[in-house]
């Protein structure tokens, strides 16, 4: 579903994005979708445990090892952004320039 704000001709679709691109395509104006839409669900409601989730991805055919993959790089991410938290702008742009040129090498 695509909501649509402002009617069919002066309207913007959400989500916009290069990357997104939806199977069947159906408008609805956000006001519309606002007064349908089902009850937000609490917090509790949303956390779901380990086991759960690991149940959920495998029933969509991801493996052990896929789920690894992404927990080695979660962890590569979380390491990166405290490493650039510590350091200043400048720095982080000197590294990505430096990881630039050994990549082109």
């Known amino acids: 579903m695509i ?17 997104f691109s939806p199977l069947s395509k ?4 956000l006001d519309d979708y606002e007064e349908q839409r089902p009850d937000r669900r609490a ?12 149940e959920m991805l495998r029933a969509q055919g ?15 991410i979380k390491k990166t952004r405290e490493a650039n938290a510590k350091i200043g702008w400048v720095a982080r742009i000197r590294r990505k ?9």
């Open 3 to 19: 909501l649509q704000e402002y009617g069919p001709n002066r309207g913007f679709y959400f989500p916009r994005s290069n990357f």
């Open 26 to 29: 159906f408008c609805l104006r």
């Open 43 to 54: 917090k509790f409601e949303m956390i779901l445990s380990r086991s759960r989730r690991e």
């Open 62 to 76: 991801y493996g052990r090892g896929d789920m690894r993959e992404c927990e080695m790089e979660i962890r590569q």
């Open 97 to 105: 320039i430096k990881i630039r040129q050994i990549k082109k090498t």
